[in-house]
């Protein structure tokens, strides 16, 4: 749990007389991760490795799997949505051109009346214009001394226009709040008319020689007619969406999977007999992999397993199915790297603490709770489900944090119906005088013993880490400094501050010794860039006040939504109304605003504060081949 999936490197060879058969069974085991092999990868002469070349049917594969792919996605087909079959093979060709046959004469007859029923629509409004002018297509042919205008307007300019000139002709109607003309008038005024109508902003209709329709209503019976006859090939196409859907998603996961295998080869070094695969295996699955090649290809292949510390490979990360909810904080930052140890145990610890420390209300908590609840019951994704899950522990958190803390949206009382007693108040820290200084300083101490430990956790996790992979030595100079030098510096503090009544003989000195030789310590494992980190150590220790001062501020808004809310219930009667929206829109807004800063917070503390003690990441994904 606390380190990522051990694994074997592994180093299958064979003649390439096999490599079909081997590709089948490492397909088959899925436990496999390969190591894509790239030129010069081994120290051997120049040349005598290449990269592997496809099977044949890798361009056949490939050609079907675009051919489905492109059917899945005009046929709008959610994947996610359908039961594979079981009984699909490469002997599907057939119905596959079905399909595509099918679709093409439905989508070429859509495409066909889309484009009548565009002709049509672009004659409407022609044919709507003459009827509500009430004159014909006849008019507007061409005359040589005459200018034609036809189209919209935003208002009627007709008076305008007689300061330009009284020889005109002009049919209109009023459309809506606009107005529909055909205007007449001399070549001569043709462009101080163009001006005018310009300032009206002017929309030509242009009137063709030649309309297919006698009247609107003959349009609109076509349009009709056209349109009925279009749902009815949708209706088809839904039909060939759910009788092949089935089919076409089982038969792109094959496909898929066929070309995978069919491509494998690419990724192996090969000579002109023989092949090489690099990969990594678990450690748990490595007899079954031998044991089935040994079964199904027996002396023709060689298994080598190497017996060296393995550095590079990829990380599978092992945790209990509560737990494994937090690997979505690792995987939005990076995975760790192989050898190092794997955090999402301490996320799972920390996360949900700080969370349920800074939103700290039991409503908000119960509410919140209940969202996330919602949204992993609705969801689909795996991964917004792993993420709920972890954000349903931290409302949890939060409601136990408002019973320590005596808050109930906002801890305000509203009516008689509750009464939590806190065993520290937040509230208070917002009045004045000697009880909200003391509550102020109580909760800033407790958030920066909070932050002490969490970093030295990261120092410890840091220690640990080094020393797995650079031995004792570095990581008693890289980490354990830094915990050396805290301990030098704590003495000297409780010494000059008092915070307690017994102090060592030479405290002061004491500490200040042991600071010293912490900061030799560092200077031997870091260099002069250790010296000069030793600053950002205390700031992120004193980051951690973040967790009161967010929460704090979370309260102060609950406690004036409360009070806000209170004047309009005292006034009794109606005005009982504002006061419910009151309290549901602005409880509503700062549980959004305490949700947000709670989970960016948290992860702030998480990935600046703590994983920098420690985190290397960067690790590769265990991708086995066949899985």
């Known amino acids: 749990m606390i380190e990522p999936v051990r694994m074997y490197r592994v180093r299958i060879v064979g003649s390439k007389r096999v490599l079909d058969d081997s590709i089948q069974t490492l397909h088959s085991l899925g436990v496999v991760h390969i190591d894509e092999y790239q030129p010069g990868k081994y120290k051997i002469e120049e040349g005598y490795f290449d990269i592997g070349s496809p099977f044949e049917r890798a361009s056949k594969f490939s050609e079907h799997l675009v051919r489905v792919r492109s059917l899945i996605a005009a046929l709008r087909i959610d994947p996610k949505k359908i039961e594979q079959k079981n009984k699909i093979n490469e002997t599907q060709e057939e119905r596959l051109r079905q399909i595509e046959k099918n679709y093409q004469a439905i989508s070429n007859r859509l495409k066909n009346q889309e484009a009548k029923l565009a002709e049509i629509r672009s004659q409407e409004e022609i044919l709507e214009f003459l009827e509500r002018l009430k004159i014909r297509s006849k008019l507007f042919e061409p005359i040589e001394e005459i200018s034609i205008f036809s189209g919209i307007t935003e208002e009627d300019f007709e008076q305008n226009l007689k300061g330009i000139t009284d020889k005109y002709k002009i049919f209109k109607a009023v459309f809506g709040k606009k107005i529909m003309f055909a205007l007449f008038v001399q070549k001569t005024f043709e462009s101080a008319v163009l001006n005018l109508l310009s300032k009206y902003k002017y929309r030509e209709i242009r009137i063709p020689e030649k309309i297919d329709f006698k009247n609107l209503a003959d349009l609109l019976a076509k349009k009709k007619k056209i349109g009925l006859y279009m749902q009815n090939l ?50 748990t699955n490595y007899a079954k992999l031998d044991e089935t090649f040994g079964k199904n290809l027996g002396t023709k292949i060689h298994i080598e397993r190497s017996t060296e510390e393995i550095d590079f490979a990829p990380t599978e990360l092992q945790n209990p199915k509560l737990i494994d909810a937090f690997e979505f904080f690792l995987n939005l930052y990076s995975l760790p790297f192989y050898r ?91 009045g004045q005088g000697i009880e909200a200084t003391h509550v102020i300083n109580q909760m800033l ?80 494992g870091h260099g002069a860039f250790g010296l000069i980190e030793v600053p950002s150590v205390a700031s992120n220790v004193l980051s951690y006040a973040r967790l009161f001062a967010i929460g704090l501020s979370s309260v102060a808004l609950a406690v004036i939504i409360n009070e806000f809310a209170t004047v309009f219930i ?27 800063g709670g989970f960016l917070q948290s992860l702030r503390l998480h990935y600046v504060e703590f994983f920098t003690k420690f985190y290397r990441g960067g690790g590769k994904r265990y991708e086995p081949f066949g899985r």
Do not use: C
């Open 234 to 283: 949708n209706l088809k196409l839904e039909q060939l969406k759910v009788k092949s859907a089935a089919f076409l998603v089982s038969y792109e996961h094959y496909l898929k999977r066929e070309n995978e295998k069919a491509e494998a080869p690419l990724r192996f070094a090969t000579t002109s007999n023989s092949f090489f695969i690099d990969g990594y295996v678990p450690v």
């Open 340 to 430: 190092e140890l794997d955090p999402t145990f301490l996320i799972f610890l920390t996360f949900p603490f700080f969370f349920g420390f800074m939103l700290g209300d039991v409503g908000y908590g119960i509410v919140t709770a209940v969202i996330f609840l919602i949204v992993k019951l609705k969801t689909k994704s795996t991964v917004l489900k792993g993420l709920m899950n972890a954000m349903i522990l931290a409302s949890v958190s939060s409601i136990l944090f408002g019973f320590v803390f005596g808050e109930f949206f906002g801890g305000a009382h509203i009516g008689n119906y509750y009464e939590l007693t806190p065993i520290i108040s937040r509230e208070h820290a917002l």
């Open 445 to 524: 101490l407790i958030t920066i013993l909070v932050g002490v430990i969490h970093v030295n956790i990261g120092f410890i996790m840091g220690f640990l880490n080094v020393k797995r992979m650079h031995g004792l030595k570095h990581a008693i100079l890289e980490k354990f400094s830094w915990i050396v030098l805290e301990t030098g510096a704590f003495l000297m503090l409780f010494q000059m501050y008092n915070f307690f009544f017994y102090s060592l003989p030479y405290q002061l000195y004491i500490g200040s010794g042991i600071v010293l030789i912490g900061l030799i310590m560092l200077f031997k």
């Open 570 to 596: 005292e006034m009794g009667g109606i005005m009982f109304i504002p006061a419910i929206l009151i309290l549901v829109m602005g409880h509503g807004i700062n549980i959004a605003i305490g949700v947000i």
